[in-house]
């Protein structure tokens, strides 16, 4: 086969190949120009930075050759407070001879930051502008950062030294140069007259001021930038127990370790500074003003002992507390308002009085507002006119202080009456006190009220009654006073002394002796001499008075008088009437016994002749006689009984009757009686039934007295029961006690007449002596009892007796006519 030429493979294969050399060549012809000026742009930088760096190397070799210091600021140190507090961190050019001789200019040891030591070492130097003004690095240094004006100053350093500082604001930067004049080669002294110049002012002999601080009481002190005490008097070696004030220095021996740090504040601010501290001062603690200012180089400073002022102020801080707690205790409202017319205290009563918001008067209120704040709180008087009236208020700020302040009566809507008194504060403003006086005139009306009715009541008594007081005069007196002892009105007007007032009397009683006791008894504080006293006067008319001193308790005291002339008489009459009676009783008592005594013997004759003829001894007797003998029997044991009975009262009436008390069985009484009576009951037709209870009936009494009752009230019984009538006795106990009850069905007794049934000798239809139910009545009463009556006309009566279950022991009181005199021995006039 003919050849086919080249194969397609390797024509595509040259072909790929052809255009990738092609490609290459045409990238890399096209790097090769973008990369064309960047090379040359290296080759300028390379250029300039050798520039650069000859330059720096020229600007070294300017700044080596300069005899001073240039600090460079990029940011400028921050303020505070409008104060420099720190120098940030500069950048220092210059020769490192002109450093170590700044250095020691500013009296700053090396170390790590040289900047901030040198300037914080000079920046408190004097200094003067060139317009000769004084200054100091630190202050002009903050007026540039701020203002950003510039200055040129001479700082003037110790031993002559002076230091040139010029600063400028460069863009952004801050730039000052520092040199040092003695190394520039300046001429010192023109630069030394430009500095006298400017301390044109200094006349004073500068040894003769430092002799003075050197002589001066108090510590005095002198400190560098650096914080070290290159300065200090006597007064200050004294004070911390050094030898000298050399030894002070060389040992750096600080008064107080504050004051260090105060002359460095004083340094940094400019101003003085104070602080007070507590020191030991020669063994005692005292209370020292420690104060630095800036001065050239550093700070000076002096302590003054303030002990007393502070001890002052302490006392004065207590009194015024204790001041306030006093007020604070006081019922009274306190509020004080200071010259401003402020609020400035209130007690707790002001609270309590107005109840005003706590917290708004905390907020030291106006007095104004505080005037409205009431009236809006309804705590102030009504006011036609409130703002002329709280103008008036408002006005008393602005009188003399001398002028006199009348006290106000606040009657306040809710019915409370306030006192307000206002007091001037010698510094100013007012001090008001609020006191509630509503329970004190409520207090005082009543006891003018009081004191009105006890003068209306004095006015009524019989007795003349006056009251003298502690000094002698008299205070208050009655319109009897006046009628008694013939005085007027008039002569009493204007409280006369009692001397006085014996004087006007003594026309009626002429007794020094008893006016003269009267005084003393008055003016004499004396326990002893203010005691009850009563006494008596004989007067010149006639006439008797009786008189009493009685002290009062408020220290005042009572006399009266009373006109007892009548008393007397009555008196009289009385004590003649009791010895009457007396002799009457007297009398009486010996014929009721003599009488008993004459009618027993006889009776005691007819009883036993009685009997011995009824028992036949004289003979049989017929059936009218033994009739008739029996009637005289009878009649025998009716007058014994009544003699009996008269005894017995007689007994009562003078005191002679006493109980003789045990057991008793009431039921054993009862009996008796029924059995003593029965024959009697028989004879007249009357039928007797007992009515007693089952239990025990004991009760403790006089047997034979209860017996004596019984029998009487059945007697009375007998004598007022027609014939087939009836007769009940009956017996209860209760709790109280027992009772003894006769009930018959007799004739009953009028209405009009029972209530004289148990008296004395008040005899009924059908006669007696009248004494039975008297003399059962006052034994049931020794008994501690009492007897009821139950009584209708036709139909009967009842008679109980009711009985305590412990009968009394005491006896019947004796006839007493002494109950007939009164307290102070005055006879009272007898009702009847």
């Known amino acids: 086969m003919p050849d086919a030429g080249p194969d397609i493979t390797q024509i595509v294969s040259i072909s790929v190949t052809l255009a990738a050399v092609l490609f290459a060549l045409i990238s890399g012809a096209w790097a090769y120009r973008l990369t064309a000026g960047a090379r040359a742009a290296q080759a300028l930088w390379r250029r300039r930075s050798r520039e650069l760096e000859d330059r720096i190397a020229r600007a070294d070799g300017v700044f080596g050759a300069f005899p001073g210091l240039v600090l460079v600021w990029d940011d400028a140190p921050e303020l505070a407070d409008g ?9 220092i050019f210059g020769s490192p001879s002109a450093l170590a001789s700044l250095l020691k200019f500013a009296e700053a040891s090396d170390g790590p930051d040289p900047a901030s030591l040198l300037l914080e070492g000079v920046a408190d130097y004097e200094a003067r502008s060139a317009a000769g003004d004084d200054t100091t690095l630190r202050r002009r240094f903050g007026e540039l950062i701020s203002d950003g004006r510039p200055f040129s100053l001479t700082i003037i350093g110790p031993e002559g030294r002076f230091l040139e500082a010029d600063a400028r604001a460069a863009g952004s930067q801050l730039v000052v140069w520092l040199s040092d004049a003695t190394i520039r080669g300046l001429d010192e002294s023109e630069a030394r007259g430009r500095v006298e110049e400017a301390r044109r002012q200094l006349e004073a002999d500068p040894i003769a001021i430092l002799d003075t601080l050197e002589r001066a009481p108090f510590p005095a002190w002198r400190i560098n930038a650096s914080g070290r005490i290159i300065w200090a008097n006597g007064a200050y070696a004294r004070a911390v127990e050094a030898e000298a004030p050399s030894i002070v220095l060389e040992q750096q021996i600080a008064l107080e370790p504050a004051i260090k740090t105060l002359a460095l504040d004083a340094a940094k601010s400019g101003e003085a500074v104070s602080a007070l501290k507590p020191v030991v001062v020669d063994g005692s603690r005292r209370a020292l003003d420690l104060v630095s200012f800036p001065i050239s180089g550093g700070a000076a400073g002096f302590a003054l002992d303030v002990t ?16 306030d707690d006093t007020l ?48 809006e709180a309804r705590q102030i008087p009504e006011q036609a006119d409130y703002a002329g009236w709280k103008k ?11 002028a006199e302040i009348p006290d106000d009566l606040w009657n306040l809507p809710d019915g409370r009456t306030l006192r307000v008194a206002r007091q001037r504060n010698p510094l100013g403003g007012l001090l008001l006190v609020f006191e509630d006086k509503t329970d004190e005139l409520a207090l005082r009306a009543r006891y003018n009220t009081l004191i009105n009715v006890q003068r209306a009541t004095l006015d009524k008594l019989h007795e003349a ?45 002429d007794d020094p002796d008893v006016w003269t006791e009267m005084k003393a008894r008055v003016a004499d504080p004396s326990p002893e001499a203010r005691r009850h006293v009563t006494g008596e006067m004989e007067r010149e008319d006639g006439k008797t008075l009786v008189w009493l001193s009685r002290p009062l308790p408020d220290g005042a005291t009572l006399i009266a008088w009373q006109d007892v002339t009548d008393s007397r008489r009555i008196e009289e009459a009385l004590r003649e009437r009791a010895e009457a009676l007396e002799a009457s009783e007297r009398i009486k008592g010996e014929f009721v016994e003599h009488v008993s005594y004459q009618l027993r013997t006889p009776l005691t004759t007819i009883t036993g002749y009685t009997d011995m003829i009824l028992q036949g001894i004289a003979g049989e007797l017929g059936e009218q006689q033994t009739t008739y003998m029996g009637y005289v029997r009878s ?29 008793v069985d009431l039921k054993d009484v009862v009996q008796d009686a029924v059995e003593l009576l029965a024959s009697k009951a028989e004879h007249g037709g009357v039928r007797l039934a007992i009515n007693a209870p089952s239990g025990d009936a004991t009760i403790t009494g006089d047997a034979k007295r209860l017996r004596q009752i019984t029998v009487n009230m059945l007697s009375n019984a007998l004598k007022h029961t027609p014939r087939d009538g009836r007769i009940t006795l009956t017996v209860k106990m209760d709790e109280d006690g027992a009772s003894i009850a006769v009930a018959d069905t007799g004739e009953g007794i009028d209405p009009d007449r029972q209530a004289t049934v148990f008296e004395r000798f008040e005899r009924g239809s059908r ?18 009892g009492w007897v009821d009556l139950a009584s209708e006309p036709k139909k009967g009566t009842t008679v109980v007796c009711h009985l305590p279950a412990i009968a009394k022991t005491q006896a019947a009181p004796d006839l007493d006519l002494t109950g007939l005199l009164r307290p102070d021995g005055e006879k009272a006039a007898a009702d009847g």
């Open 83 to 91: 104060k420099l507090d720190s120098w940030g961190k500069p950048r």
């Open 308 to 323: 007393d002022g502070e001890e002052a102020k302490t006392a004065l801080k207590r009194f015024r507390r204790a001041f």
């Open 328 to 375: 604070n205790q006081l019922a009274e409202a306190v509020a004080v308002f200071d010259r401003g017319q402020k609020l400035v205290f209130r007690n707790t009563s002001f609270d309590n009085l107005f109840g005003l918001d706590a917290k708004m008067l905390d907020a030291r209120p106006g007095h104004g507002e505080m005037l409205d704040r009431l009236r």
């Open 392 to 402: 008036a208020e408002l006005a008393r700020y602005d009188d003399a202080p001398d």
């Open 465 to 509: 009654v006056a009251v003298f007081g502690s000094d002698g005069r008299l205070r208050l007196h009655n319109t009897e006073f006046e009628r008694l002892w013939n005085l007027d009105a008039a002569e009493l007007e204007g409280r006369p002394e009692l001397e006085i007032v014996a004087e006007k009397c003594a026309a009626l009683f």
């Open 635 to 663: 009649a025998a044991d009716e007058l014994e009984k009544m003699v009996t009975d008269i005894l017995d009262v007689a007994a009562i009436d003078a005191g002679q009757l006493e109980l003789e008390t045990s057991e």
């Open 767 to 784: 006669g007696g002596a009248g004494l039975g139910l008297a003399l059962v009545k006052e034994i049931v009463e020794m008994h501690g």
